[in-house]
C-alpha cells in the first residue's frame, strides 16, 4: 500500500475494523518512512481461491483445513488459538494479496511452514515432517539439524 505523502510502499496497520457497511475493513496505516497516517479500505474478496492439488485437480481454499492442519501440528504444545488463527489470517491475506486466483496447495503448505517456525518449534517439525512427507529418517534429521543450528545461532 504506497504512502499517499511520500510513496513508500511498506506500512504498518495500526487500526483496523469493519466499515458500516460490514464488507470493507477499514484500516488506520502508518508509513515506515515518513511516519504519517493514512486509512485504507480494503474489500472482502468474495472470488473463492482456488487450490490446485498436487494431481491437479483444483478445491476451494478451505481456512479450516489449513486451521485444522494446524492445530494437529501444535497438539500438546503451548500455542493459543488466537497465534493460530492469525497465522491462517496472514496467509489468506498473504494469497488474496498475491492476485492469483489459483494457488498450488504446495505454496499454501510453505507458508505455513514459514510461519509455524516463528510460533513453535516442535510444531513446525510435525507439520513439515507430513507436509514434505521425509522419505526416511536422515532426511528428518538433516531438517531437524538445519532447525538447530539456526536456533544456535
Ligand atoms: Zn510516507
Given at each position: 500500500?504506497?504512502?499517499?505523502?511520500?510513496?513508500?510502499?511498506?506500512?504498518?496497520?495500526?487500526d483496523?475494523?469493519?466499515?458500516?457497511?460490514?464488507?470493507?475493513?477499514?484500516?488506520?496505516?502508518e508509513?515506515?518512512?515518513?511516519?504519517?497516517?493514512?486509512?485504507?479500505?480494503?474489500?472482502?474478496?468474495?472470488?473463492?481461491?482456488m487450490?490446485?492439488?498436487?494431481d491437479?485437480?483444483?478445491?476451494?481454499?478451505?481456512?479450516?483445513?489449513?486451521?485444522?492442519?494446524?492445530?494437529?501440528?501444535?497438539?500438546?504444545?503451548?500455542?493459543?488459538?488466537?497465534?493460530?488463527?492469525?497465522?491462517?489470517?496472514?496467509?489468506?491475506?498473504?494469497?488474496?494479496?498475491?492476485?492469483?486466483?489459483?494457488?498450488?496447495?504446495?505454496?499454501?503448505?510453505?507458508?505455513?511452514?514459514?510461519?509455524?517456525?516463528?510460533?513453535?518449534?516442535?510444531?513446525?517439525?510435525?507439520?513439515?515432517?507430513?507436509?514434505?512427507?521425509?522419505?526416511?529418517i536422515?532426511?528428518?534429521?538433516?531438517?531437524?539439524k538445519?532447525?538447530?543450528?539456526?536456533?544456535?545461532?
Amino acid at each position: 500500500m504506497k504512502c499517499p505523502f511520500c510513496g513508500y510502499t511498506e506500512s504498518k496497520v495500526i487500526d483496523s475494523r469493519p466499515a458500516e457497511d460490514g464488507e470493507k475493513i477499514r484500516r488506520r496505516r502508518e508509513c515506515l518512512k515518513c511516519e504519517k497516517r493514512f486509512t485504507t479500505y480494503e474489500i472482502i474478496e468474495t472470488t473463492p481461491l482456488m487450490v490446485i492439488k498436487k494431481d491437479k485437480s483444483r478445491e476451494a481454499f478451505d481456512r479450516n483445513k489449513l486451521l485444522s492442519g494446524l492445530l494437529r501440528a501444535c497438539e500438546k504444545r503451548p500455542v493459543a488459538m488466537n497465534t493460530l488463527e492469525q497465522v491462517v489470517d496472514d496467509i489468506q491475506i498473504a494469497l488474496q494479496n498475491s492476485l492469483e486466483k489459483e494457488v498450488p496447495s504446495q505454496r499454501i503448505g510453505e507458508l505455513a511452514m514459514e510461519k509455524l517456525k516463528g510460533v513453535d518449534e516442535v510444531a513446525y517439525v510435525r507439520f513439515a515432517s507430513v507436509y514434505r512427507q521425509f522419505k526416511d529418517i536422515n532426511s528428518f534429521m538433516a531438517e531437524l539439524k538445519l532447525i538447530l543450528e539456526s536456533k544456535a545461532n
